[in-house]
């Protein structure tokens, strides 16, 4: 008998290797005395419930199984992502055109209070 591939295999053919199998032993002989890398987070987690559309967890499941990326990584990443991007620094030159857009519209309504006034 061959060792089962876990690394290759897909749910479905892990699930069924352990229905069918009478010995854990390749199971075994593949565990290490040290936790692999990656898998430790570095920051202390929370545990947070929120409810997902069916299909969006879908989505997220079958994205997870052909990048071998766990789904709770890739909902870390996407947050993390969207987090940043909604809280990062404005910069000089984007204060300076959001400035001059305000002026422009300040203006132009002082303006047409003025001639609505004449």
Do not use: C, N
């Not at 479905?12 to 002989?29: G, K, N």
């Not at 290490?32 to 419930?49: D, F, H």
């Not at 766990?70 to 947050?79: F, G």
């Not at 909604?86 to 002026?103: F, I, K, Y």
Request: hydrophobic letters at 40%.
């Amino acid at each position: 008998m061959t060792e089962p591939d876990f690394e290759r295999m897909t749910k479905d053919e892990v699930v069924a290797w352990f229905q069918q199998t009478d010995s854990l032993a390749p199971v075994i002989r593949s565990m290490t005395a040290t936790p692999a890398s990656g898998t430790a987070p570095e920051a202390p987690m929370a545990l947070v419930s929120t409810r997902l559309p069916v299909v969006l967890v879908k989505h997220l499941d079958r994205l997870a199984e052909q990048t071998a990326i766990r789904r709770s990584d890739i909902i870390r990443d996407a947050l993390t992502r969207y987090v940043a991007m909604r809280t990062e620094p404005v910069s000089h030159d984007e204060a300076e055109h959001a400035l001059d857009v305000l002026r422009r519209i300040v203006t132009a309504r002082t303006t047409e209070g003025r001639a609505d006034a004449a």
